[in-house]
């Protein structure tokens, strides 16, 4: 079983930045994918960030340049760096990690930009 909490989001003004956080246990040693992604109201969740437990990623169109995605395998934590962000960022953001078959979810958190 794998648990996820995510942390770092709030209220920012349009352009500013924000670093979310994801705290990862349980069993999530060996090869896995983490990423970030986000739901905005009455839309569909969409993939933000991936990276691979290798330290490969892939970002959205829509992320590319602004946001950047890392993970500590030592601490079992992913992050985003959010930079320049927009009112069309504001979403509830959420950890994902991908193993074996099996996804785990965190409960997200909300990022608001005012623009």
């Known amino acids: 079983q794998v648990q996820l909490v995510e942390s770092g989001g709030g209220l920012v003004q349009s352009g500013g930045s924000l670093r979310l956080s994801c705290a990862a246990s349980g069993s999530i040693f060996g090869f896995n994918l983490m990423a970030w992604y986000r739901q905005a109201p009455g839309k569909q969740r969409e993939l933000v960030a991936r990276i691979s437990s290798a330290g490969f990623t892939n970002y959205a169109d829509s992320a590319k340049g602004r946001f950047t995605i890392s993970r500590d395998n030592a601490k079992n934590t992913l992050n985003l760096q959010m930079n320049s962000l927009k009112p069309e960022d504001t979403a509830v953001y959420y950890c994902?990690?991908?193993?074996?078959?099996?996804?785990?979810w965190g409960q997200g958190t909300q990022v608001t930009v005012s623009s």
């Open positions: 994902n990690l991908a193993k074996f078959g099996n996804v785990y």
